[in-house]
T-cell receptor, first 113, second 109 residues
Framework: DAGITQSPRHKVTETGTPVTLRCHQT?????MYWYRQDPGHGLRLIHY???????DKGEVSDGYSVSRSKTEDFLLTLESATSSQTSVYFC????????????FGQGTRLTVV | GIQVEQSPPDLILQEGANSTLRCNFS?????LQWFHQNPWGQLINLFY???GTKQNGRLSATTVATERYSLLYISSSQTTDSGVYFC???????????FGSGTQLTVLP
């Protein structure tokens, strides 16, 4: 257990509504990540953060925004959810070994109806 | 960006059999990890192995960085080994992982 907590674990929301997913870590690791997992695609990076207020885009960032106002929390927001954003979302941190070894949270299953 | 290919995509074994999963990558890497995603969806770290060989119980892994591949060996497989095995790498100055598409392993009793 790398001390990563995702909330909520499951959510069903309607198309067009805003949704925020939270990732919380119990230690002060600098790097945090949001990935999504879809059948046939493995895990793909949405956004990542390398410090408070320092974030950057990943491979599939369209339709998502992130914020990191505290070291321990990394928020992922879907401004206006669409059905294509139905997915399982994983948060990760990287630690040790030059901050390159990743550990994942338990995931959030999001369904947009 | 770097490409990661895993093979085979699917593997079905009888309990007790051995297996080898392969991960090929298209560029030099500074990190390579193997994960097991169990049937409940949890991603479990198996190995951090940018080069060399490591063993953990019935599992072992070898990465030959100069030839751009890694192998995961599972010996005496058990039904609890079922799930998806992912290889993921970082390259250059990036710390974010690029994942392969995984190998779906089913171990039959």
């Amino acid at each position: 257990d790398a001390g990563i907590t995702q909330s909520p674990r499951h959510k069903v929301t309607e198309t067009g509504t805003p949704v925020t997913l939270r990732c919380h870590q119990t230690e002060n690791h600098r790097y945090m990540y949001w990935y999504r997992q879809d059948p046939g695609h493995g895990l793909r990076l949405i956004h990542y953060s390398y410090g408070v207020k320092d974030t950057d885009k990943g491979e599939v960032s369209d339709g998502y925004s992130v914020s990191r106002s505290k070291t321990e929390d990394f928020l992922l927001t879907l401004e206006s959810a669409t059905s294509s954003q139905t997915s399982v979302y994983f948060c990760a941190i990287s630690i040790g070994h030059g901050e390159t070894e990743a550990f994942f949270g338990q995931g959030t299953r999001l369904t947009v109806v | 960006g770097i490409q990661v290919e895993q093979s085979p995509p699917d593997l079905i074994l009888q309990e007790g059999a051995n297996s080898t999963l392969r991960c090929n990558f298209s560029d030099s890497v500074n990190n390579l990890q193997w994960f097991h995603q169990n049937p409940w969806g949890q991603l479990i770290n198996l190995f951090y192995i940018p080069s060399g060989t490591k063993q953990n119980g019935r599992l072992s892994a070898t990465t030959v960085a100069t030839e751009r591949y890694s192998l995961l060996y599972i010996s005496s497989s058990q039904t609890t080994d079922s799930g998806v095995y992912f290889c993921a790498v970082t390259s250059g100055s990036a710390r974010q992982l690029t994942f392969g598409s995984g190998t779906q392993l089913t171990v039959l009793p």
